[in-house]
């Protein structure tokens, strides 16, 4: 009885809730206060969870979940429920929980309340309750705790039980979120992490290391060989983030397999291996490729996953063998793709579009298949579309007759949009297989009598491409196409029709003035396209001839001068002016004919998948063709490979360990050899104790890319570990190639600290421990001496080559480092010399520069183009605060130009705050704020800054897209500081992404008062595409467009407070000189803009 | 990964949302429904949309989109599959899965998606770890539980979890031990235009057999079975559940697996294309519109072909039939037929084809007044059932259990049906 009477109860609830909801919903729980009063129902549930009955108290908490997935707000029970945190039943606990995470953030002060709860159960006997502990705890997010979290993370880190180390994996990009400042702590927790050997812990300790410190490949080279080892037993969602890991990571360390002249034997490995030790014996340097053995690895134990049932598993190693594999080796995943195309609608639609890039590279892998892209009647436009896409790209003189005669159905279809597209594909085929273009074009001719108007329309502009590529005696056709002009009400394709006709009107000289007589009837009527297209046939004929035209010329500009759009308008005082002799036009008029009469190029029809192989495939940024956020650039190859040893492990347990098949174990290993340091006989004993093979093999002197190992080593432990990473990777690297008379001390200086060290880093040996754990139990007889060798292994986390990478994004740099690189037989660098030339701006960067182009080094590395792709660009810092009007406070501030969280429209400041007195300074928050309705998201008060300790807090401003400054007081307990921050007018943008031909149509749209533009002189520097976009990014948070032509460059943003959108585009002219265009409605923001952007690339 | 759910109905409503981490407002779905508006079809509303500041990628499954939001790369398969994968948890839990049965369980469904993912990744999504630690809602279950206080969730980590066999819980008992498997196929198929004439090659545009196994095993303990086939070398290219050992498979073409408990998919298989597909039904049509009439012209006759003698059950024709056409008269010989004037859709439901009498559809069409002759013809989809055979001759050579000591029941069904098969007229 009670329950029917609770349901009711529920109903009037929510119909309360929903009158609040609707009313609310942009500020959700503040306003919903508002309706509290009337809202009386909630107050039975606060009732129900005070109770003593566990049974309405779950009832209640049941309703609450409700609540929340209806996306109602509940917040005001908080006090209620939190009580129950500690409940004995385990359901309404989980939905306490459930609770928790949801309004934690909201109500950070109660939220604590239960903090102690977590905190008991953390040490819980139960693994399970351990773990619920960790994730709860870890879902909370209120900064206050990311002590306790921090240290509850590296508890359990090192539990026995791998679940709850897995919640710990998955802790660390929670926490990483919350607070950011924690990064270093967490990377060594992730460093520790990444050692485990549970199947289970893989994937999520890879996922947290791709979401903190994706750029430390560093890491990896130790559990490499056992990563892909475990590969086939981690659960699939980690096999997905494993491979897309190992994938980035075998092109930085990996040389290429593409290459000419690359020996491999793809079809059955043993035979790779056999011939491949034998061709070292003999003809080492006549082959000038063998796959390094951990490349091979890698791909062979990925190959059985693409017959896993989930299908990202299987698109994320079909994007491996595309990204890593030998070019002979790929099409082993074409059936497994093909076989994906079975499944949902969702997921054809993803591989489509993979397969579409990879048709366009390689036409032949996927041919056989043709027939599984035949489209059918039942399937979504899209899919549709995308097949087309596919077989255009099939097409080749032998299949172009099969692929016609289908397409022959589609262009029949019912769905007229994929008629359409099906028509555009017939004349790419036709420009791309010359044997067929007739063919095509008189199909496409015989469309023209097609009932549908939009068949109709598309077949015109694509016969009037092909012409245009066929500039061949095809009168016939264009006087068809005249006859056809009454009927066709398309604009599109009656503006198509005119320019043909203005084009080759020397071919048509009857027609083409009949058809501007006809025009000149009709124009008042016509589209703005049509309009513009008769004003040109005017003018074209004008010139050719005449005689017959010119009063219809005439006529025309007339009724063009007083047209409503102001677009035809100009056009037409320009024709005239051009065109018409009179006194005030100039020279331009005896070039007229050249000018309107230039022979066109013809325009290229190709796919619109063209260029999205810049993008890692099976990537969002591929399906969307714009770059996402947090995308990992995948490098190229490097020329010469970063020393292998990095990745042998003290002991080669991973190998003989957890190899699927043993017998292979000795087949993989043996290929070392290719670091033609041991022979193969050295080999063999490496196997059971490669520490003394080692040694014995650096002693000898040879081995260059041992000692530099050691010595990055030795600097490393001699600096504090920050500033050494930099500084010590360096050295090392001009150490490499010193000569072995300098190694000789050195190497004894390294057995004298031996020992010491010893004792000093706790993590190698726990680490040594649990490899002595493993089932090969060579480590017990490793000497003294061995295992400090493993000690200098395991410790130097940078191989030699990595630094040689990261020293080019160390731009400032002295010169004379840089030329001590050039020693380093590394080809890239060459790539690289000019860019510490163009540095970047040389105002105010702030040291986060540095990190932040450290963070991309692995991009870096040789696709100079992407680097200062958009908000990652550099970043200033203001002063907000000076210490001495701020009696010891100071504040900076910087825009980290990423989308504000609190609201859309705001932008995103960070500042820092630095306590520079004596005392700590209590209470620090914002007060009064001018002008009076300015919409500011404060930071949460900060109880106490120590001295000399300093916070980064953010907070977001709504600028109103105005450059006006924002006045507020920065309080202290004690103080209050008047204090505005003034947006740069770049910083008030977002970026926008967007498609080459999008741009082109909107910035169609924004001319005449919307378009401000100048000419400005470049400096030589800033002519490159890096340094261009690198110096717009510097000014302004826009996002590239990308670009088909070399010498147009083209950014699109929006004002982040209206959404309006701003066009910037330089195009750069011949000596030097560019012209600069913004187009956006906002004419004050563009004129600022231009200022703003004309400085930094006129300047060098 | 994965920020946000939220769960659309047909009509727009969102009735479901969920976080993983801090809240995203709902009004991010807008960018969705802005697609769906351009979208002319339900269909057509792309997988990944971007917005400013999130992406959307959505699925579709019983008229309900799951869309989840996302902040930053991730691969859009990842998201598709795991949203696919929750649908299918949702059904195996609720048996259908509708929006009023995520609303009359949705205490369940929170709690179910918070296992699933953490933090935006996916945690649990085995449906024996799940229903572990969740126990799907039976009337029984609730009753006793209002009664004794008891729940639904587990109180212990899974024990497949952390075992070396996550698929599988430990401690199964059956009193009847028994193992069910179905091979199913399904014909894809393209006809062009001559349908029934004799040479087969010269008809088909396309075809080719994709066949599933799916299992039913009740069985104590940690069985641990084998099934070979008779004729392996037919599998083109599989895909397996993840208990099969890849291993065995590649060197003697055996499936040796411990099974899930209940019900799962063992293999999905491609039949090889060098093997000529037998089309087991032929369509003679006739569908006409004349120039200046108003009507057309509807003639449709089903008749077997390749069938083994087995004989073809459940037949349904359907057609989109132009849009000018306005109401269909037709008369079939067996079966019911309907015409939908609003989306032009026609449907037969044939029934079983007899031989020796042919099924039929014939009668008249009848055009939008002055509307012109369409320029296609409509194609025609046919689905179909035939019981007892697996059309590519694939056969079960032998099951196999080792580990325990009783003796299993086992069985094996096979059946074929038509995939995605289409007639073009």
């Known amino acids: 009885m009670s329950t029917i009477a609770l349901y009711n109860d529920q109903g009037g609830a929510e119909a309360a809730m929903e009158a609040g909801q609707e009313n609310s919903s942009s500020t959700g729980g503040a306003a919903f206060g508002l309706f509290s009063s009337d809202f009386k129902k909630n107050e039975d549930l606060k009732e129900m969870l005070e109770s003593n009955k566990e049974s309405l108290k779950l009832e209640a908490m049941k309703r609450v979940v409700g609540l929340i997935s209806k996306g109602k707000n509940a917040s005001e029970l908080f006090p209620a429920v939190v009580k129950n945190v500690a409940s004995k039943n385990i359901e309404l606990k989980k939905l306490v929980y459930v609770y928790l995470v949801r309004y934690a953030e909201e109500q950070q002060d109660l939220a604590l309340l239960s903090i102690s709860t977590f905190q008991r159960a953390l040490k819980d006997p139960n693994q399970f309750i351990r773990g619920s502990a960790l994730r709860v705890l870890s879902s909370i997010r209120v900064p206050i705790i990311v002590p306790i979290m921090m240290l509850a993370i590296k508890e359990a880190a090192a539990d026995l039980s791998p679940y709850v180390r897995k919640t710990s994996a998955h802790a660390i990009q929670k926490l990483y979120s919350l607070d950011p400042e924690q990064k270093e702590q967490l990377i060594e927790v992730i460093e520790k992490l990444l050692k485990d050997k549970s199947t289970l812990v893989a994937g999520s300790v890879v996922m947290a290391f791709e979401e903190v410190c994706p750029d430390r490949i560093d890491l990896i080279h130790k559990n490499y060989r056992k990563l892909c080892n475990l590969l086939v037993d981690v659960e699939e969602w980690g096999q997905v983030v494993i491979i897309s890991m190992l994938t980035r990571y075998a092109r930085t360390q990996f040389t290429s397999p593409w290459k000419e002249g690359a020996t491999f034997d793809e079809n059955n490995d043993k035979a790779f291996y056999d011939s491949d030790s034998e061709d070292k014996r003999d003809t080492t340097e006549a082959k000038p490729y063998t796959m390094d053995p951990d490349h091979r690895l890698l791909l062979r134990n990925t190959k059985p996953l693409l017959q896993s049932r989930n299908t990202a598993v299987v698109m994320c190693v079909a994007q491996l063998y595309w990204h890593l594999a030998p070019t002979q080796e790929v099409n082993i995943i074409t059936k497994s793709l093909v076989r994906l195309l079975r499944s949902h609608r969702e997921v054809q639609y993803i591989v489509l579009q993979n397969i579409a890039t990879m048709s366009i590279q390689r036409k032949g892998i996927f041919e056989p298949y043709m027939k599984s892209f035949y489209v059918r009647s039942t399937d979504a436009t899209h899919i549709k579309t995308l097949k087309l896409e596919i077989l255009t790209n099939l097409a080749n003189e032998a299949n172009i007759s099969t692929i016609l005669r289908e397409f022959q159905t589609y262009v029949k279809s019912q769905d007229k949009a994929f008629a359409a597209a099906t028509i555009q594909a017939i004349g790419r085929c036709a420009t791309n297989i010359t044997d067929v273009t007739d063919t095509c074009l008189s199909g496409l001719v015989l469309l023209l009598s097609n009932r549908d108007e939009t068949v109709v329309a598309e077949s015109v502009v694509v016969i009037k491409k092909l012409l245009q590529t066929q500039p061949t005696q095809h009168s016939e056709i264009i006087k068809h196409m005249a006859k056809l002009f009454d009927n066709i009400t398309v604009s599109m394709a009656r503006a198509s029709i005119l320019w043909l006709m203005g084009e080759y009107c020397d071919r048509v000289p009857k027609i083409a003035p009949d058809v501007l007589r006809k025009m000149a009837k009709t124009f008042t009527a016509e589209e703005d396209i049509v309009k513009l297209q008769t004003v040109n046939l005017a003018a074209k004929l004008y010139l050719t001839n005449s005689k017959q035209t010119k009063l219809l010329t005439q006529y025309i500009l007339n009724l063009g001068k007083y047209d409503q759009s102001y677009d035809i308008r100009d056009r037409t005082r320009f024709i005239r002016q051009l065109i018409v002799p009179n006194e005030k036009s100039g020279a331009l008029n005896k070039y007229a004919r050249r000018i309107l009469l230039a022979p066109k190029p013809a325009p290229v029809l190709e796919s619109s998948f063209k260029d999205r192989d810049r993008f890692q495939l099976g990537t969002l940024s591929h399906s969307l063709n714009t770059k996402a956020a947090g995308y990992q650039e995948l490098s190229d190859w490097p020329a010469v490979a970063p020393d292998q040893s990095v990745r042998n492990v003290e002991v080669i347990e991973p190998v003989q360990e957890w190899a699927p098949s043993v017998g292979k174990t000795k087949k993989s290993g043996k290929p070392k050899s290719a670091d033609k340091f041991y022979s193969d006989d050295e080999e063999e004993k490496k196997e059971e104790g490669s520490e003394s093979s080692k040694d014995s093999s650096s002693s000898s002197s040879s081995s260059s890319s041992e000692e530099s190992g050691s010595e990055s080593e030795e600097e490393s432990s001699e600096e504090s570990e920050k500033t050494s990473s930099d500084s010590g990777k360096s050295s090392s690297g001009s150490e490499k190639s010193s000569s072995e008379s300098e190694s000789e001390p050195k190497k004894k200086k390294k057995t004298k600290k031996a020992p010491q060290k010893k004792s000093k880093p706790p993590a190698a040996f726990s680490d040594s421990d649990e490899n002595g754990n493993g089932p090969v139990a060579q480590a017990s007889s490793s000497s003294a001496e061995s295992s400090s060798g493993s000690e200098t292994d395991s410790e130097d986390s940078d191989p030699p080559a990595t630094p040689q990478k990261k020293k080019k994004d160390v731009k400032s740099k002295p010169k004379a480092e840089v030329k001590s690189k050039v020693e380093v037989p590394l080809l890239d660098l060459v790539d690289f010399s000019p860019a510490p030339t163009n540095a970047p701006p040389s105002s105010v960067i702030s040291s986060s520069l540095i990190s932040d182009l450290e963070g991309l080094s692995l991009s870096n590395i040789t696709s100079t183009m992407q680097v200062t792709t958009p908000s990652f660009g550099p970043v200033k810092t203001y002063e907000l605060l000076h210490h001495m009007t701020g009696k010891g406070l100071s504040a900076k501030y910087h825009f980290p130009r990423q989308p504000c969280l609190y609201e859309p429209s705001m932008v995103a400041v960070q500042v820092i705050l630095t306590n520079g007195s004596d005392h700590s300074l209590e209470e620090i928050h914002i007060g009064e704020r001018s002008p009076a309705g300015l919409n500011i998201h404060c930071f949460n008060t900060i109880e106490r800054l120590e001295p000399e300790a300093s916070v980064t807090v953010s907070m977001g401003i709504d600028f109103s897209d105005s450059t006006q400054a924002a006045h507020f007081q920065l309080c202290t307990k004690e103080d209050q500081f008047s204090v505005s921050i003034q947006p740069a007018v770049g910083e008030l943008l977002m970026p926008s992404s967007m498609t080459e031909q999008d741009y082109s149509k909107e910035q169609g749209k924004l001319l005449g008062m919307n378009e401000t533009s100048a000419t400005i002189t470049m400096a030589t520097a800033n002519t490159s595409r890096l340094a261009i976009s690198k110096q717009v990014l510097s000014v302004c948070n826009v996002g590239e467009v990308p670009s088909s032509q070399n010498t147009v460059h083209r950014f699109a943003g929006r004002t982040v407070s209206s959404g309006a959108l701003v066009l910037v585009c330089l195009e750069l002219k011949e000596s030097s000189t560019a012209l600069l265009t913004i187009n956006t409605e906002k004419s004050v923001m563009a004129s600022m803009l231009l200022r703003d952007l004309k400085q930094p690339l006129v300047q060098a | ?425």
């Open chain 2, 1 to 425: 990964m994965i920020h946000s759910l939220f769960l659309i109905n047909s009509s727009g409503d969102i009735f479901l949302e969920k976080h993983w981490k801090s809240v995203v407002s709902r009004s991010v779905c807008d960018y969705f429904f802005e697609a769906q508006e351009r979208a002319t079809e339900p269909e057509n509303v792309p997988p990944v949309i971007p917005t400013p500041h999130h992406y959307l990628i959505s699925v579709l499954r019983h008229r309900i989109y799951f869309v989840a939001v996302i902040q930053s790369e991730v691969p859009p398969l990842f998201v598709i599959e795991f949203l696919h994968r929750v649908v299918d948890t949702f059904q195996d839990y609720f048996g259908v899965c509708t929006e009023a049965a995520i609303k009359d369980n949705v205490v369940v469904v929170y709690e179910l998606l918070e296992e699933m993912l953490d933090n935006g990744f996916p945690l649990a999504t085995e449906s024996n770890i799940l229903k572990e630690l969740i126990k799907p809602p039976t009337i029984l279950r609730t009753m006793v539980n209002t009664i004794t206080g008891s729940t639904n969730v587990g109180e212990q980590l899974p024990t497949g979890q952390l075992s070396v066999v996550p698929w599988r819980r430990t401690g199964v008992k059956y009193t009847n031990n028994e193992a069910y498997f179905d091979v199913v196929e399904e014909i894809d198929a393209i006809i062009d235009k001559s349908g029934y004439g004799s040479e087969q090659t010269r008809s088909t545009i396309t075809a080719e057999i994709q066949g599933v196994i799916d299992a039913c095993v009740k069985l104590t303990g940690m069985p641990d079975l084998t099934l070979s086939f008779m004729n392996p070398r037919l599998l083109d290219d599989v895909s397996f559940h993840p208990c099969v050992r890849f291993k065995r498979w590649e060197a003697e073409r055996i499936l040796s697996f411990i099974p899930p408990d209940g019900n799962f998919r063992l293999l999905s298989y491609h039949v090889s294309s060098q093997n000529l597909v037998a089309i087991p039904v032929y369509v003679k049509h006739n569908i006409s519109f004349r120039e200046g009439s108003s009507q057309g012209r509807f003639d449709l006759t089903l008749g077997p072909k390749q069938t083994m003698g087995k004989s073809v059950e459940a037949v349904l024709v359907s057609s989109q039939l132009p849009r000018g056409v306005l109401t269909a008269n037709l008369n079939p010989s067996q079966g019911t037929y309907t015409f939908d004037p609003v989306t032009k859709m026609l449907t037969w439901d044939v029934g079983k084809i007899n031989p020796q009498k042919l099924p039929s559809l014939k009668g008249t069409m009848s055009l939008q007044a002055g509307a012109s002759k369409p320029d296609e013809n409509p194609s025609i989809n046919i689905q179909l059932k035939i019981q007892q055979m697996a059309i590519s001759g694939l056969k079960v050579n032998r099951l196999d259990m080792y580990g325990e000591k009783y003796k299993p029941f086992k069985g094996i069904k096979y059946m074929t049906k038509a995939g995605k098969f289409q007639v073009r007229t």
